[in-house]
């Protein structure tokens, strides 16, 4: 464990002294090496590092698709070790969010539908005045019957917003959610994910390697080798580039 | 090796899992055709060298030159000759020896007391000829019949019956004769003749319980002296002979009995089950087409990269089509192997469960070897021909597409097209109906029908879906609808392989119980009594009811009328039929004949009643005149009495039994039919005949109904084996569903890794594939019901011949079919729904 932050209560998710190794013997490789952090509540975190530093496998263990090999993640004060599949799936169906990189819709379903999702899967009609509230938000309301082919890739994007906040989880993930955007559909994104977090108080974490990506966060979080190196609150583009040169000084990030 | 067939080979085993679907269904109609070939020609080969054993030493057999056939025997009845011509014949140079061969007809009792036999096959039984070369069975233990009582019976009788030598038992002829076991025969070598029973009694007992006169014989059978042969012996023989008498060699007797199984019997049975085959397969073409049309979709992007790389059309054409090849030969040969062992396996089953076939080696003719590979690998070929071609048409650009999912909806040429093709063949199904009724053109319009719903399948099948997919309002039914309509002709395509198999289901369903209802409300319609007697068993199995039986019932004080219908064979105007040897006097008493023109009750020994049918056919009106000619040789004419209209007992022709006497071959009763006495109340009426019937042979009393119920009895026999045969159709259909939505889940991965890290159970994952299927092949079993049962009617109608039929849809049966196709249907998504359930999150996620 390197520098290691005081674990904070109001942590919406954390994992504590969490270790993730992949294959055995001379092909192991130790995604995760005993890395302690938080992830205060009603805070947009970005996670951040150079290729191979673990920040994807730190997400997807935070949020319960991956398990870890050793130590604890804890969703609010769920441990997520001791929960089976179908547990594990319900947590996430009820209090985690998710938006992915691509493929974030169901092709057959229409943008409404594609929105209330977890809510259908759960036999719940969630808050409807809240789900109204997304649609405008997020700038859909026209589209509302629209099948995910006929969006733009932002438009897209929008949408698995609003399918990620739709069930008021405790937190949000997402994975590179700009990855797969132009600049100005990507900037719409981000706008989009702080501001739902600023006036509604959700907590989101997004993995990302673009600093003008991470810039829209509240505080930034530094990985390499699979360890916390650094946190860093208010962070603009700039800071954060200088930051991830001297994590990285040879590579740099992907283009 | 080229580039195609490596790209062709590397693809092979790296999809691997992805053909196995294909190669099953292959292998399946495969196995099913070259084990009915195979077994044809082992059944065939089997019998051919039963039957020339059991007649090797007959050299010659003497009997009547004419038999008369009718539309329901096509063997023949012919008139007995003298059995003192043997002796005659003995003393002809050349003749070793010269037996008459008595034949009738006697079940015997087992040491159970219940019958053996009956069901299907005749009960047989004859005077045990000593001469070992001209009986047809050979002794193989104890011995031959010496004094009166005394029998051989055929092993498989014995077996059947638990009789031992020494037993005593009943023989009914159908008048209970008391006989012992004192020998067991077989028949060349095998347990018996198929089924048949056979029980050899001495010459005098022969003749006095089997034939109506002594002195009859079936025929004389004739050894040569060693030098003379077959023709020879005949020669000598014809100048010999009275006049109506014919000399045949055994050879050619061999060849009659030969052509009567394998021509008439097995023929057929092969045919039937080379149909089935044939269904069996159609169905492959369906499951083999979609696997193909998946394939080529999800490879879109592959193909496309080798397009821009410069690879031709031909070539990417060739590379699928080359898959193909692989695929059909291997399962072909696969299942080649397959049909032989199934042949094999029933060889040796049908004798374990009671179906004494004869032994003999597995008969595999080159035909039976070439034509189901050809087959396979046609049906293979030709199933992947226009996905091949699709595949050889894709763009270059389409490499730089993101997806690669088969969206294809169903155009508007398709829904004009199809729903011309079907009216078309409604219509064409209809005028054969009622032009005729014509066979050919129902049947042509049968299959323009079926070309049209499997063209129409993918137009249908979003309305379809919706409608059947309403009552799904839980989130993965939901899911599951959206999935089954997101490829229309997919799911069509899918389906209409069940569709088939369901359509021919409810099709035999529907015929059957048509025909049932028709034989019920015929026999019912015309039945005006309280109770029927017959004797138990169908087809040639039944022996007839004693001549003493309805005269001891008529005694009874609880019996009004007791009506025996005798039965009787003559050549009618030049062709032969079945007619009815009756009391015309009580036939009204117990018989409603509906409306009659003449009178009946007081047919004339040289009139005859006639039915409308056969009347209109024949243009005869009462007053008319026909020429009958009976076995005997005696041609007299008829005057037509009476014209009836219920023939659905007494069938075409009537005639008194004092005009059959000096012709009767068979002294037998088919049915009694017995009205009681007024103030009798039925189970005491019932409970009186059946003390009487139980001294004649036990038959059975019926009530009306049971009495119309037992003559449709072997129509629900035919129609489980019909069930059972299309049981392969319909499991290839399954498999189709099965396979299709395994190649599904798999272009759907990064959805379902979607679904569930947003939250999906797994057994919701589950549930949706599973309703998915569900789907599919309720669209399937329903396209299938409604074919079907259209097609029956159609089929109901063109063989009924202008006669009228009843049309019936058993709404039990078509529930069930429809309840099974549903339920298969759940069972079908059963695998693929576990292999979904079961892909890792995170890697389905990222899954390309």
């Known amino acids: 464990m390197t520098t290691s932050a005081p674990v904070l209560t109001s942590a919406a998710a954390r994992v504590t002294d969490a270790v993730k190794v992949y294959g055995s013997g001379d092909t192991e490789v130790r995604a995760l090496d005993g890395i302690t952090v938080g992830f205060p509540a009603a805070r947009f975190t970005a996670i951040m590092g150079p290729s191979g530093s673990g920040k994807s496998t730190l997400m997807h263990c935070a949020a319960g698709l991956d398990t870890l090999t050793s130590g604890a993640a804890y969703i609010g004060d769920t441990e997520l070790g001791a929960l089976d599949d179908r547990r594990l799936t319900l947590l996430r169906r009820d209090r985690v969010g998710f938006v992915f990189q691509a493929f974030n819709l169901l092709p057959t379903l229409t943008v409404a539908e594609n929105i209330t999702l977890p809510l259908d899967l759960a036999g719940e009609r969630g808050d409807p005045e809240w789900i109204d509230a997304l649609i405008d938000v997020v700038g859909l309301r026209d589209r509302l019957h629209h099948r995910p082919s006929e969006l733009s890739g932002g438009q897209q994007q929008r949408v698995a917003v609003a399918r990620a906040f739709a069930g008021s989880p405790d937190v949000v993930f997402a994975d590179e959610p700009t990855g797969n955007l132009d600049s100005r559909s990507g900037q719409e994104v981000l706008g989009l994910l702080g501001r739902t977090v600023r006036e509604t108080g959700r907590t989101v974490v997004m993995v990302t390697h673009d600093p003008v990506a991470a810039a829209h966060a509240d505080e930034v979080v530094f990985l390499a080798d699979g360890r916390l190196v650094d946190r860093m609150t208010a962070p603009s583009a700039e800071r954060v580039l200088d930051r991830m040169k001297d994590l990285d000084p040879g590579g740099g990030h992907r283009p | 090796?080229?580039?195609?067939?490596?790209?062709?080979?590397?693809?092979?085993?790296?999809?691997?899992?992805?053909?196995?679907?294909?190669?099953?269904?292959?292998?399946?109609?495969?196995?099913?055709?070259?084990?009915?070939?195979?077994?044809?020609?082992?059944?065939?080969?089997?019998?051919?060298?039963?039957?020339?054993?059991?007649?090797?030493?007959?050299?010659?057999?003497?009997?009547?030159?004419?038999?008369?056939?009718?539309?329901?025997?096509?063997?023949?009845?012919?008139?007995?000759?003298?059995?003192?011509?043997?002796?005659?014949?003995?003393?002809?140079?050349?003749?070793?020896?010269?037996?008459?061969?008595?034949?009738?007809?006697?079940?015997?009792?087992?040491?159970?007391?219940?019958?053996?036999?009956?069901?299907?096959?005749?009960?047989?039984?004859?005077?045990?000829?000593?001469?070992?070369?001209?009986?047809?069975?050979?002794?193989?233990?104890?011995?031959?019949?010496?004094?009166?009582?005394?029998?051989?019976?055929?092993?498989?009788?014995?077996?059947?019956?638990?009789?031992?030598?020494?037993?005593?038992?009943?023989?009914?002829?159908?008048?209970?004769?008391?006989?012992?076991?004192?020998?067991?025969?077989?028949?060349?070598?095998?347990?018996?003749?198929?089924?048949?029973?056979?029980?050899?009694?001495?010459?005098?007992?022969?003749?006095?319980?089997?034939?109506?006169?002594?002195?009859?014989?079936?025929?004389?059978?004739?050894?040569?002296?060693?030098?003379?042969?077959?023709?020879?012996?005949?020669?000598?023989?014809?100048?010999?002979?009275?006049?109506?008498?014919?000399?045949?060699?055994?050879?050619?007797?061999?060849?009659?009995?030969?052509?009567?199984?394998?021509?008439?019997?097995?023929?057929?049975?092969?045919?039937?089950?080379?149909?089935?085959?044939?269904?069996?397969?159609?169905?492959?073409?369906?499951?083999?087409?979609?696997?193909?049309?998946?394939?080529?979709?999800?490879?879109?992007?592959?193909?496309?990269?080798?397009?821009?790389?410069?690879?031709?059309?031909?070539?990417?054409?060739?590379?699928?089509?080359?898959?193909?090849?692989?695929?059909?030969?291997?399962?072909?040969?696969?299942?080649?192997?397959?049909?032989?062992?199934?042949?094999?396996?029933?060889?040796?089953?049908?004798?374990?469960?009671?179906?004494?076939?004869?032994?003999?080696?597995?008969?595999?003719?080159?035909?039976?070897?070439?034509?189901?590979?050809?087959?396979?690998?046609?049906?293979?070929?030709?199933?992947?021909?226009?996905?091949?071609?699709?595949?050889?048409?894709?763009?270059?650009?389409?490499?730089?597409?993101?997806?690669?999912v088969d969206v294809s909806a169903a155009s508007r040429v398709r829904a004009v097209a199809g729903a011309l093709v079907a009216l078309a063949g409604v219509a064409v199904t209809v005028a054969g109906v009622l032009a005729g009724p014509s066979t050919a053109l129902t049947g042509l319009g049968a299959v323009a029908v079926l070309a049209g719903f499997v063209v129409l399948g993918p137009v249908a099948v979003t309305g379809a879906v919706r409608v059947l997919g309403a009552p799904l309002r839980r989130i993965s039914g939901r899911l599951a609808r959206r999935n089954a309509l997101r490829s229309p002709r997919r799911t069509a395509a899918t389906a209409t392989a069940l569709m088939i198999g369901v359509a021919v289901v409810s099709l035999f369903t529907v015929f059957a119980s048509s025909l049932k209802a028709t034989m019920d409300q015929s026999v019912s319609r015309a039945f005006a009594g309280d109770v029927a007697v017959q004797a138990s068993g169908f087809g040639a199995g039944p022996n007839g009811l004693s001549p003493k039986l309805a005269p001891a019932l008529a005694a009874l004080p609880e019996v009004d009328t007791a009506l025996g219908l005798g039965q009787g064979v003559a050549r009618v105007d030049g062709s032969g039929r079945a007619l009815t040897v009756a009391d015309p006097a009580a036939l009204g008493r117990v018989l409603d004949l509906g409306t009659v023109d003449g009178r009946i009750d007081t047919l004339a020994d040289d009139a005859v009643a006639v039915s409308r049918d056969e009347a209109d056919k024949r243009g005869w009106a009462v007053g008319s005149t026909a020429r009958f000619t009976f076995t005997d040789g005696t041609t007299r004419p008829f005057t037509v009495a009476a014209v009836y209209e219920e023939d659905g007992i007494t069938g075409d022709y009537v005639l008194s039994r004092t005009a059959w006497e000096p012709h009767r071959l068979r002294d037998t009763d088919r049915v009694i039919a017995v009205s009681f006495a007024p103030g009798t109340g039925r189970d005491a009426g019932k409970a009186a005949v059946e003390r009487v019937a139980a001294r004649y042979g036990n038959p059975e009393v019926q009530t009306r109904q049971e009495y119309a119920d037992s003559s449709a009895a072997g129509l629900d026999i035919m129609l489980t084996l019909v069930y059972a045969l299309l049981a392969l159709a319909v499991l290839i259909a399954l498999l189709g569903i099965a396979n299709t939505l395994t190649l599904a889940v798999h272009e759907r991965t990064r959805e379902l890794g979607l679904l569930r890290a947003v939250g999906q159970t797994r057994a919701q994952l589950r549930a949706m594939v599973r309703w998915e299927s569900v789907l599919v092949a309720a669209f399937g079993t329903a396209g299938g019901l409604v074919l079907g049962a259209f097609l029956g009617w159609a089929m109901v109608e063109a063989t009924a011949g202008g006669t009228d039929s009843a049309f019936a849809v058993p709404p039990v049966q078509l529930t069930v079919v429809a309840l099974v196709g549903v339920l298969a249907g759940a069972l079908a998504g059963w695998r693929p729904a576990r292999r979904a359930a079961r892909l890792d999150v995170l890697r389905a996620i990222a899954a390309e």
């Open chain 2, 1 to 404: 090796m080229n580039a195609t067939l490596r790209l062709s080979a590397a693809s092979l085993r790296a999809h691997k899992r992805r053909y196995f679907g294909t190669f099953l269904v292959v292998l399946l109609g495969v196995s099913f055709l070259a084990g009915t070939l195979v077994m044809g020609d082992t059944l065939k080969s089997a019998f051919d060298s039963m039957f020339g054993r059991a007649t090797s030493g007959t050299d010659a057999v003497v009997r009547s030159a004419d038999a008369i056939t009718t539309p329901d025997d096509a063997f023949g009845t012919r008139e007995p000759v003298d059995a003192a011509l043997a002796r005659t014949i003995a003393g002809l140079p050349g003749v070793a020896a010269a037996v008459p061969g008595i034949e009738g007809r006697g079940q015997l009792l087992g040491a159970d007391g219940e019958p053996i036999g009956g069901q299907g096959p005749p009960t047989l039984a004859g005077n045990w000829i000593a001469d070992p070369d001209l009986n047809s069975y050979q002794l193989a233990e104890g011995r031959v019949p010496r004094r009166s009582g005394e029998a051989v019976i055929n092993r498989g009788a014995a077996k059947a019956g638990g009789l031992e030598i020494g037993d005593t038992t009943v023989l009914r002829t159908p008048d209970p004769v008391r006989i012992t076991v004192v020998g067991i025969s077989t028949f060349g070598g095998e347990d018996g003749m198929g089924q048949v029973t056979f029980t050899g009694l001495t010459e005098t007992d022969a003749a006095r319980h089997l034939v109506p006169e002594p002195g009859q014989a079936a025929s004389i059978r004739v050894r040569a002296d060693s030098g003379t042969s077959q023709d020879e012996l005949v020669r000598t023989l014809r100048p010999a002979l009275p006049e109506g008498v014919e000399a045949v060699t055994g050879q050619e007797i061999t060849e009659e009995n030969t052509d009567e199984i394998s021509g008439a019997f097995l023929s057929v049975f092969t045919l039937m089950l080379l149909v089935f085959a044939g269904i069996a397969l159609l169905v492959a073409t369906f499951s083999i087409h979609n696997t193909f049309a998946i394939v080529v979709a999800q490879r879109t992007r592959e193909n496309a990269l080798l397009r821009a790389l410069g690879a031709t059309r031909r070539q990417v054409l060739g590379q699928t089509l080359a898959e193909a090849v692989a695929v059909g030969a291997l399962a072909s040969v696969a299942g080649l192997a397959g049909g032989i062992g199934i042949a094999a396996g029933l060889q040796a089953l049908f004798p374990a469960v009671g179906f004494p076939f004869p032994d003999g080696d597995l008969v595999v003719r080159a035909l039976s070897l070439v034509l189901p590979l050809v087959v396979g690998l046609a049906v293979c070929v030709g199933s992947a021909l226009h996905p091949a071609v699709l595949a050889g048409r894709t763009a270059p650009l389409a490499a730089l597409r993101e997806t690669a």
